[in-house]
């Protein structure tokens, strides 16, 4: 996956929260190219940011956030708040999908979803990542950091809505066989069995 500022190179990070937030950096960077741009470029700058969302949201539901319901504080109500954002967001992408990337209504709806995306990620960061940090352990943080990365490798190319999980995003795409292999890989670098 390309990212915008260093095309096939991934910063490798120490804990999952450092990871995330790099992923959210580069998020907002597409999110103000695609309306930067027209034509090409802009559909191009658009394709980069579904698939980044995609793999940033897959992994975040497959991991993250299921560690984070058990070990913050609150965490339950948290991660329910994130997955509503989420799921809209997903259907926000796919209304833009069948929309003239050049076109009015794209600019519009667009431009919706571009906030909508700055203010989750504000949310993920304020709430579930502080509460991340001050729960888990430095070893636990790198452990899923390794999840997360292991969750990206196999994830889904577009976001499906309403699926809120790996195993069903990749069950509409890929392969079921591809969605057992992500499972494993992640649970032998959780060290679940």
């Given at each position: 996956m390309g990212y915008p500022e260093?095309?096939?190179?991934?910063?490798?990070?120490?804990?999952?929260?450092?990871?995330?937030?790099?992923?959210?950096?580069?998020?907002?960077?597409?999110?103000?190219?695609?309306?930067?741009h027209t034509g090409e470029e802009r559909r191009h700058?658009?394709?980069?940011?579904?698939?980044?969302?995609?793999?940033?949201e897959t992994?975040?539901?497959?991991?993250?956030?299921?560690?984070?319901?058990?070990?913050?504080?609150?965490?339950?109500?948290?991660?329910?708040?994130?997955?509503?954002e989420e799921d809209a967001a997903k259907r926000s992408l796919k209304r833009l999908e069948h929309l003239d990337p050049d076109g009015p209504a794209f600019v519009e709806e667009f431009t919706s979803l571009r906030d909508s995306v700055r203010a989750h990620a504000r949310a993920e960061e304020t709430y579930e990542f502080t509460r991340l940090l001050e729960a888990g352990?430095?070893?636990?943080?790198?452990?899923?950091?390794?999840?997360?990365?292991?969750?990206?490798?196999?994830?889904?190319?577009?976001?499906?809505?309403?699926?809120?999980?790996?195993?069903?995003?990749?069950?509409?795409?890929?392969p079921a066989a591809v969605a057992d292999r992500a499972r494993d890989a992640m649970r032998?670098?959780?060290?679940?069995s």
């Open positions: 260093t095309a096939g190179q991934r910063p490798e990070s120490n804990d999952v929260v450092a990871l995330l937030m790099h992923q959210h950096e580069q998020i907002r960077t597409l999110l103000d190219e695609v309306l930067e700058a658009f394709r980069q940011l579904v698939h980044l969302l995609a793999v940033h992994a975040e539901e497959e991991v993250v956030h299921p560690y984070a319901r058990r070990a913050a504080e609150g965490g339950e109500h948290v991660v329910a708040d994130r997955l509503k352990d430095p070893a636990r943080l790198q452990a899923l950091a390794k999840a997360v990365r292991a969750a990206e490798a196999v994830a889904p190319t577009r976001p499906h809505p309403g699926t809120g999980t790996v195993t069903k995003n990749a069950l509409l795409g890929p032998k670098v959780l060290g679940h």
